[in-house]
């Protein structure tokens, strides 16, 4: 009706037209002035963002401060973003200070970023030698992690413990009953051996260790590098390449590469710790807590000279006491023989003074003895007796006496079967660690540095049970039997110092590295059985050394090439030792009744027996100590030079390539090479690939390593002799000297990096071959023909006094293949923050091809033994073969707030079992193969920060006190290896309970 209005009031007409238009003048005035208004707020910004030498950066992060909006710089370091006058903006770049800039009127903002020591932490040294880089735009895969921040809230101390926790390729678990691999962990990188990943330390390669395992265990057959020598308090961070890289760095480096950055942090900082496992499978499942860790740690760093010089220190100390796994040991501990003797040492009567070897010199009176003590037997029937006292020889005596009367002695005894069990579970540990860390500069352009330290380990470790009834146990001395215990002292040392600087346009490195490390056995609470009364219960039973010398000159230089491109020159020479030092002549020879070392020709009525006219092996028990035979030192040479250039060929296509040529005065040379890309689809997108050819020599160890050790295999202890590579055991086995393992890698994959999302993420794939891989064969018997080679044979065995033999050999080839993820999220809030990360490995290692036999074991029948099925699961599957980790820290106020749950894939034990694919709760492979089945496990910890120089942290590793799967009941040695001691997944210690309280003192 409105519109009839003008009609029905036509004086009035005009009016309401002049009103309406007054209206829209003054509505379209006001929204004039709002307009304005927000134009002149709402200003476009546009600039450049680069670095001190002006180089412009790509994908630098722009946000408007507390709020969501912003940009990044494009692939010429530029940036366009609409703000108001009143906005402040965050600059933002990995390796760079954080800069903030209030817009104001202006409309063009030109940003100059500093850089930062600290945000250089994710700067990459490795993968590349033109440096610079951050894990996204590298062309290879590089992990990073802050190891200052991992050890204030996580419960893992030691390094080996942190990675396997924190890093989803790397695997390193304690071994159990595995002689002195019991004190080092070995660590494994995508599946792959120990010896085949490289350790550097601030770049510089790092020494092995001088111990070499040649037990039951992952890594068999392999020399590790001791990670648990360094201090995890003395780490700044952790950088792992996942990428084959011997044509940059040399030998070793077919999995990967670990690089272990020192602090230069200043001030003074400490840190205590104190955990136990707390679990109802401690002390033997008895419950309780066992397991016991302490550590303290300090680090010092102060100014040296005015400029910019400094000196950081760090000591460590730490004890870690044995958990205690085993279950009830339920098989035989004495026998009928053994409770007649004991009754006689209660009279005073020790039955073994009346014969020495049972099969010809006994005394007369020995048989009555036997029958009079027998009837003090109290668990004895009639009709038992009956037997002994009708008994005309000692001879017919031992098939009576040999019945085995455990229980009933065990209750007279007042002695359960625990008392009996072995130490199955982490050894006894005690340690120092001292390392430094320097620079001085001595001019403008030029710098001094050093660093290195000094560790000192003590190591307790049992092993097999010797029990009553076995003729291993000299009752005589030990009616209860012994449980023997080898400890070792583990000695290293390192330096490394040179000086780095600038001539002209070249950057130049010169250093020399030195690296040591022993490793000395003590054989404790034992016995040389062959000795009876005369044996002592100690033993030094030898040391291996290690020396390793390395002297790098290192060149390189940016060239005026594309966008930009660097050129890196330089060589190395490296000397390396290695020692066997021999142990006391008791803790190897086996002695005849009047004291003299046996050989092979010595007879057998000289020999001394147990009561059953078994003969008493020789040498310490548990460990044979180091032969004089066997001593030795060994020296090799190795020179090398190689060659490495990267360029950017345009903004977006980088090129890496790297040759090196080493030559080994021991064995001969090689030649490799390694070629890797990054194609930048987006300033913050990449795509990577690198293809490249590798090898590891043969290490000193595994070419002269000689030794004899009891070794448990197919059920049975056997005195197994390792005979190196040089000896005539391998010549008239037909074993070939050995060569260098030679490799073929290809990888691929993207990274991603969302930094308004606060989202970083990259998968790869890669595929590995190892041809000529160094195997420790299986064991062969002592020869039963008699051809001349078989009867030279026999004299090496009886010489030895051993078994079996093994050796180490090229023996296989294998292929890796796998993937790689892993996701990184951050979010900033006002009073909070919070990290998400996940990781994930995917990986299978394969045998491929025909098992290199050599001829004369072939032509025996004996390629099983060469490399047998048991073999092939180490190589293949006694590691998880998928691993994942998700992780959340959240950070409120004071309070801090970590949780990871670690999934650790399935594993399978060596031993051929069953043939069905499932028994009750137990699951097996088409092979007979136990599978020990995946387990996800969940650490959790809270800190609160006192202040900025106080936190105090509690957690609990392993919250839900999940164990490995058991192993079946055949496979569990008499109920002692209630969980697996021959795969590698999250250890078997059970739920740990922890405090750390750490300190900022100035």
Same mark, same amino acid.
Not at 453 to 465: I, L, V
Not at 622 to 638: C, D, P, Q, W, Y
Not at 923 to 951: C, M, P, W
């Given at each position: 009706?409105?519109?009839?209005?003008?009609?029905?009031?036509?004086?009035?007409?005009?009016?309401?037209?002049?009103?309406?238009?007054?209206?829209?003048?003054?509505?379209?005035?006001?929204?004039?002035?709002?307009?304005?208004?927000?134009?002149?707020?709402?200003?476009?910004?546009?600039?450049?963002?680069?670095?001190?030498?002006?180089?412009?950066?790509?994908?630098?992060?722009?946000?408007?401060?507390?709020?969501?909006?912003?940009?990044?710089?494009?692939?010429?370091?530029?940036?366009?973003? /609409?703000?108001?006058?009143?906005?402040?903006?965050?600059?933002?770049?990995?390796?760079?200070?954080?800069?903030?800039?209030?817009?104001?009127?202006?409309?063009?903002?030109?940003?100059?970023?500093?850089?930062?020591?600290?945000?250089?932490?994710?700067?990459?040294?490795?993968?590349?030698?033109?440096?610079?880089?951050?894990? #996204?735009?590298?062309?290879?895969?590089?992990?990073?992690?802050?190891?200052?921040?991992?050890?204030?809230?996580?419960?893992?101390?030691?390094?080996?413990?942190? %990675?396997?926790?924190?890093?989803?390729?790397?695997?390193?678990?304690?071994?159990?009953?595995?002689?002195?691999?019991?004190?080092?962990?070995?660590?494994?990188?995508?599946?792959?051996?120990?010896?085949?990943?490289?350790?550097?330390?601030?770049?510089?390669? +790092?020494?092995?260790?001088?111990?070499?395992?040649?037990?039951?265990?992952?890594?068999?057959?392999?020399?590790?590098?001791?990670?648990?020598?360094?201090?995890?308090?003395?780490?700044?961070?952790?950088?792992?390449?996942?990428?084959?890289?011997?044509?940059?760095?040399?030998?070793?480096?077919?999995?990967?590469?670990?690089?272990?950055?020192?602090?230069?942090?200043?001030?003074?900082?400490?840190?205590?710790?104190?955990?136990?496992?707390?679990?109802?499978?401690?002390?033997?499942?008895?419950?309780?807590?066992?397991?016991?860790?302490?550590?303290?740690?300090?680090?010092?760093?102060?100014?040296?000279?005015?400029?910019?010089?400094?000196?950081?220190?760090?000591?460590?100390?730490?004890?870690?006491?044995?958990?205690?796994?085993?279950?009830?040991?339920?098989?035989?501990?004495?026998?009928?023989?053994?409770?007649?003797? /004991?009754?006689?040492?209660?009279?005073?009567?020790?039955?073994?003074?009346?014969?020495?070897?049972?099969?010809?010199?006994?005394?007369?009176?020995?048989?009555?003895?036997?029958?009079?003590?027998?009837?003090?037997?109290?668990?004895?029937?009639?009709?038992?007796?009956?037997?002994?006292?009708?008994?005309?020889?000692?001879? *017919?005596?031992?098939?009576?006496?040999?019945?085995?009367?455990?229980?009933?002695? %065990?209750?007279? +005894?007042?002695?359960?079967?625990?008392?009996?069990?072995?130490?199955?579970?982490?050894?006894?540990?005690?340690?120092?660690?001292?390392?430094?860390?320097?620079?001085?500069?001595?001019?403008?352009?030029?710098?001094?540095?050093?660093?290195?330290?000094?560790?000192?380990?003590?190591?307790?470790?049992?092993?097999?049970?010797?029990?009553?009834?076995?003729?291993?146990?000299?009752?005589?001395?030990?009616?209860?039997?012994?449980?023997?215990?080898?400890?070792?002292?583990?000695?290293?040392?390192?330096?490394?110092?040179?000086?780095?600087?600038?001539?002209?346009?070249?950057?130049?490195?010169?250093?020399?590295?030195?690296?040591?490390?022993?490793?000395?056995?003590?054989?404790?609470?034992?016995?040389?059985?062959?000795?009876?009364?005369?044996?002592?219960?100690?033993?030094?039973?030898?040391?291996?050394?290690? %020396?390793?010398?390395?002297?790098?000159?290192?060149?390189?230089?940016?060239?005026?090439?594309?966008?930009?491109?660097?050129?890196?020159?330089?060589?190395?020479?490296?000397?390396?030792?290695?020692?066997?030092?021999?142990?006391?002549?008791?803790?190897?020879?086996?002695?005849?009744?009047?004291?003299?070392?046996?050989?092979?020709?010595? =007879?057998?009525?000289?020999?001394?027996?147990?009561?059953?006219?078994?003969?008493?092996?020789?040498?310490?028990?548990?460990? *044979?100590?180091?032969?004089?035979?066997?001593?030795?030192?060994?020296?090799?040479?190795?020179?090398?030079?190689?060659?490495?250039?990267?360029?950017?060929?345009?903004?977006?296509?980088?090129?890496?390539?790297?040759?090196?040529?080493?030559?080994?005065?021991?064995?001969?040379?090689?030649?490799?090479?390694?070629?890797?890309?990054?194609?930048?689809?987006?300033?913050?997108?990449?795509?990577?690939?690198?293809?490249?050819?590798?090898?590891?020599?043969?290490?000193?160890?595994?070419?002269?390593?000689?030794?004899?050790?009891?070794?448990?295999?197919?059920?049975?202890? /056997?005195?197994?002799?390792?005979?190196?590579?040089?000896?005539?055991?391998?010549?008239?086995?037909?074993?070939?000297?050995?060569?260098?393992?030679? *490799?073929?890698? #290809?990888?691929?994959?993207?990274?991603?990096?969302? =930094?308004?999302?606060?989202?970083?993420?990259?998968?790869?794939?890669?595929?590995?071959?190892?041809?000529?891989?160094?195997?420790?064969?299986?064991?062969?018997?002592?020869?039963?023909?008699?051809?001349?080679?078989?009867?030279?044979?026999?004299?090496?065995?009886?010489?030895?006094?051993?078994?079996?033999?093994?050796?180490?050999?090229?023996?296989?080839?294998?292929?890796?293949?796998?993937?790689?993820?892993?996701?990184?999220?951050?979010?900033?809030?006002?009073?909070?923050?919070?990290?998400?990360?996940?990781?994930?490995?995917?990986?299978?290692?394969?045998?491929?091809?025909?098992?290199?036999?050599?001829?004369?074991?072939?032509?025996?029948?004996?390629?099983?033994?060469?490399?047998?099925?048991?073999?092939?699961?180490?190589?293949?599957?006694?590691?998880?073969?998928?691993?994942?980790? %998700?992780?959340?820290?959240?950070?409120?106020?004071?309070?801090?707030?970590?949780? +990871?749950?670690?999934?650790?894939?399935?594993?399978?034990?060596?031993?051929?079992?069953?043939?069905?694919?499932?028994?009750?709760?137990?699951?097996?492979? *088409?092979?007979?193969?136990?599978?020990?089945?995946?387990?996800?496990?969940?650490?959790?910890?809270?800190?609160?920060?006192?202040?900025?120089?106080?936190?105090?942290?509690?957690?609990?590793?392993?919250?839900?006190?999940?164990?490995?799967?058991?192993?079946?009941?055949?496979?569990?040695?008499?109920?002692?290896?209630?969980?697996?001691?021959?795969?590698?997944?999250?250890?078997?210690?059970?739920?740990?309970?922890?405090?750390?309280?750490?300190?900022?003192?100035?």
């Amino acid at each position: 009706m409105l519109h009839c209005i003008p009609f029905l009031f036509p004086l009035s007409n005009n009016l309401f037209k002049n009103n309406l238009v007054m209206r829209k003048k003054t509505r379209f005035l006001v929204f004039l002035v709002f307009l304005f208004s927000a134009v002149a707020s709402a200003q476009t910004v546009k600039g450049i963002v680069t670095d001190n030498q002006k180089e412009p950066l790509i994908g630098v992060s722009i946000v408007v401060k507390n709020t969501p909006k912003g940009t990044n710089t494009d692939e010429n370091g530029q940036f366009s973003l /609409q703000v108001s006058e009143n906005d402040v903006l965050v600059f933002s770049y990995i390796g760079f200070k954080t800069k903030e800039v209030k817009v104001g009127k202006t409309t063009t903002l030109n940003i100059l970023l500093e850089s930062d020591a600290e945000a250089l932490d994710e700067v990459l040294i490795v993968g590349s030698r033109a440096g610079g880089r951050t894990k #996204v735009d590298s062309p290879v895969p590089v992990d990073v992690f802050d190891v200052v921040k991992t050890v204030k809230t996580q419960p893992q101390v030691n390094i080996n413990q942190i %990675l396997n926790s924190i890093a989803p390729s790397f695997t390193s678990t304690p071994q159990v009953v595995t002689d002195g691999t019991d004190h080092l962990d070995p660590a494994q990188l995508r599946g792959l051996g120990p010896d085949q990943t490289l350790v550097l330390l601030n770049g510089k390669r +790092r020494h092995t260790s001088a111990f070499i395992n040649v037990n039951g265990a992952p890594g068999r057959g392999t020399v590790g590098t001791d990670l648990n020598a360094i201090p995890s308090f003395a780490l700044s961070k952790i950088e792992i390449l996942r990428d084959g890289a011997s044509a940059q760095y040399g030998s070793d480096a077919i999995a990967g590469v670990l690089n272990l950055n020192l602090k230069k942090e200043k001030g003074l900082s400490a840190q205590v710790s104190y955990g136990a496992n707390i679990t109802p499978k401690a002390n033997d499942h008895r419950g309780d807590y066992d397991g016991e860790q302490g550590q303290l740690d300090l680090n010092y760093s102060t100014d040296l000279g005015k400029k910019g010089g400094f000196i950081n220190l760090t000591f460590s100390a730490q004890f870690r006491n044995p958990t205690f796994r085993a279950g009830t040991f339920d098989g035989t501990i004495f026998n009928a023989y053994n409770a007649i003797e /004991q009754r006689a040492l209660e009279a005073g009567d020790n039955l073994s003074n009346y014969f020495s070897n049972s099969n010809v010199n006994a005394a007369p009176q020995l048989l009555g003895l036997i029958k009079n003590y027998a009837g003090q037997v109290s668990y004895f029937n009639s009709s038992f007796l009956s037997q002994i006292q009708n008994a005309t020889s000692l001879t *017919s005596l031992r098939s009576i006496l040999s019945k085995d009367v455990t229980d009933d002695e %065990l209750a007279y +005894r007042q002695l359960t079967r625990k008392d009996f069990n072995m130490h199955v579970g982490q050894s006894r540990l005690r340690g120092t660690q001292f390392f430094l860390n320097t620079e001085l500069p001595i001019s403008d352009s030029w710098k001094f540095y050093a660093f290195g330290g000094q560790s000192y380990r003590y190591g307790e470790a049992g092993g097999f049970f010797r029990r009553p009834n076995q003729a291993r146990t000299f009752t005589g001395l030990h009616p209860n039997g012994y449980l023997p215990w080898i400890t070792t002292d583990i000695q290293d040392s390192s330096i490394s110092a040179g000086f780095k600087g600038e001539a002209g346009a070249w950057h130049i490195d010169v250093s020399n590295t030195f690296g040591r490390n022993e490793f000395a056995y003590t054989i404790k609470h034992t016995g040389n059985t062959s000795l009876r009364f005369a044996s002592p219960s100690s033993f030094d039973a030898g040391k291996l050394r290690f %020396l390793q010398n390395t002297l790098n000159l290192d060149f390189s230089r940016a060239l005026n090439l594309f966008e930009k491109a660097n050129l890196s020159l330089g060589a190395e020479q490296r000397h390396e030792a290695y020692s066997i030092v021999a142990g006391d002549e008791s803790s190897y020879a086996t002695y005849d009744l009047l004291g003299r070392v046996q050989d092979g020709n010595t =007879p057998n009525n000289q020999k001394p027996t147990d009561f059953f006219g078994a003969y008493l092996p020789g040498g310490a028990q548990v460990f *044979s100590g180091l032969r004089e035979e066997s001593a030795l030192t060994k020296t090799r040479n190795v020179w090398a030079g190689y060659a490495e250039f990267e360029t950017d060929i345009t903004r977006w296509l980088l090129a890496n390539a790297a040759l090196r040529y080493e030559n080994y005065s021991d064995f001969g040379d090689t030649f490799n090479y390694k070629l890797a890309t990054r194609v930048k689809l987006l300033p913050n997108v990449n795509l990577r690939a690198a293809a490249s050819t590798g090898f590891r020599a043969p290490s000193i160890h595994q070419l002269y390593y000689t030794n004899i050790g009891t070794l448990y295999l197919n059920g049975n202890l /056997q005195e197994t002799g390792t005979f190196n590579n040089i000896s005539k055991a391998a010549e008239l086995f037909g074993i070939e000297k050995l060569k260098e393992e030679q *490799s073929k890698s #290809v990888s691929a994959g993207f990274a991603l990096n969302l =930094p308004k999302a606060g989202i970083s993420l990259s998968a790869d794939a890669y595929f590995i071959r190892v041809d000529n891989r160094i195997i420790l064969t299986e064991t062969f018997s002592k020869p039963t023909g008699s051809s001349p080679a078989e009867n030279e044979l026999k004299q090496i065995f009886d010489t030895a006094n051993v078994n079996s033999v093994q050796f180490f050999a090229n023996g296989v080839d294998a292929e890796t293949k796998g993937i790689d993820v892993v996701i990184a999220h951050h979010y900033q809030g006002d009073k909070w923050s919070i990290n998400n990360d996940f990781g994930l490995n995917l990986t299978q290692t394969r045998k491929v091809g025909t098992i290199h036999t050599p001829e004369a074991i072939k032509n025996a029948g004996l390629e099983s033994k060469f490399f047998s099925e048991r073999a092939r699961i180490y190589l293949e599957e006694a590691v998880p073969r998928f691993k994942a980790t %998700l992780s959340h820290n959240l950070s409120i106020g004071k309070w801090n707030a970590y949780l +990871r749950n670690t999934y650790y894939g399935k594993t399978t034990g060596p031993d051929i079992i069953k043939t069905t694919d499932q028994i009750g709760d137990f699951e097996f492979d *088409s092979y007979g193969h136990q599978v020990i089945r995946g387990k996800l496990i969940t650490d959790l910890s809270i800190a609160y920060n006192f202040s900025e120089k106080a936190t105090l942290t509690l957690g609990v590793n392993n919250l839900f006190d999940l164990y490995p799967e058991k192993n079946v009941k055949v496979n569990n040695n008499n109920d002692q290896f209630v969980y697996s001691r021959a795969t590698s997944q999250f250890g078997l210690n059970g739920r740990y309970v922890f405090a750390r309280a750490s300190f900022k003192l100035f």
